[in-house]
């Protein structure tokens, strides 16, 4: 299974970005999805993720900011990024963590918030 990432970049603080992760696996939507990050310095946190049934989680820091769901015909993960603040600022990596009992992640994309 392979994980492919997409759509870092540089924002201005306020703007937004969207990530997409694409999925070798055809089945994927029947598995659990997210989205992690990793600032300089810190651990890799949770951003978001999305059940196979469609529910959603998200951490304080990004809720009513982001969003995260899937396209089934695409076989990808999105996440939108609204109101995009400088402590946004990390690595991104899409997560699978369990396809067949095992984990996979993306190559990570890097997103940079300026002032």
Not at 8 to 34: D, N
Not at 45 to 65: C, F
Not at 90 to 107: F, L, M
């Amino acid at each position: 299974v392979q994980l492919q990432a997409s759509g870092g970049g540089l924002v201005q603080a306020g703007g937004s970005l969207r990530l997409s992760c694409e999925s070798s696996l055809r089945a994927f939507g029947s598995y659990p999805m997210g989205w992690f990050r990793q600032a300089p310095g810190k651990e890799r946190e949770l951003v978001a993720s999305i059940s196979s049934g469609g529910s959603t989680k998200y951490a304080d820091s990004v809720k009513d900011r982001f969003t995260i769901s899937r396209d089934f015909a695409k076989r990808t993960v999105t996440l939108q990024m609204n109101s995009l603040k400088l402590e946004d600022t990390a690595v991104y990596y899409c997560n699978a963590p369990n396809i067949r009992g095992r984990e996979y992640w993306g190559q990570g994309t890097l997103v940079t918030v300026s002032s």
